[in-house]
């Protein structure tokens, strides 16, 4: 009986662990996914994100530029995933602080 109560806690721990996790790596495909499916790269050379960094100086100037061109071009993202591609595009390039 001892030995279920002391492994007990520590299930609980690797199954949060682990759910928050997912969700984490889940943002990052998602973004990705909704990167690719917009053909952003129709107007995007890669330079506009790795040698630009100077149009972006935070996470939330990221944020507000990727919202922007959505809206320009009619993609029709939801609030939540602009910022999935925020947070994508933040983790492939710019690696801002997204709590600022």
């Keep these: 009986m001892k030995f ?9 721990i690797i199954f949060i662990y682990f759910h928050f996790a997912t969700m984490i790596l889940a943002n990052d495909t998602i973004g990705k996914e909704l990167f690719a ?3 952003c790269m129709a107007c995007h ?3 506009d994100f790795s040698k630009r960094k100077d149009k972006s100086k935070n996470f939330v100037k ?3 530029s990727v919202t922007a061109c959505a809206f320009g071009n009619d993609v029709g993202w939801f ?3 602009a910022l999935d591609v925020s947070k994508y595009l933040n983790k ?9």
């Design 62 to 64: 990221l944020h507000n």
């Design 45 to 47: 050379i890669e330079d």
């Design 4 to 12: 279920l109560e002391l492994i007990m806690p520590l299930k609980i």
């Design 37 to 39: 499916e917009a053909n």
């Design 79 to 81: 609030d939540d995933e």
């Design 92 to 100: 492939k390039y710019y690696n801002f602080k997204e709590k600022d």
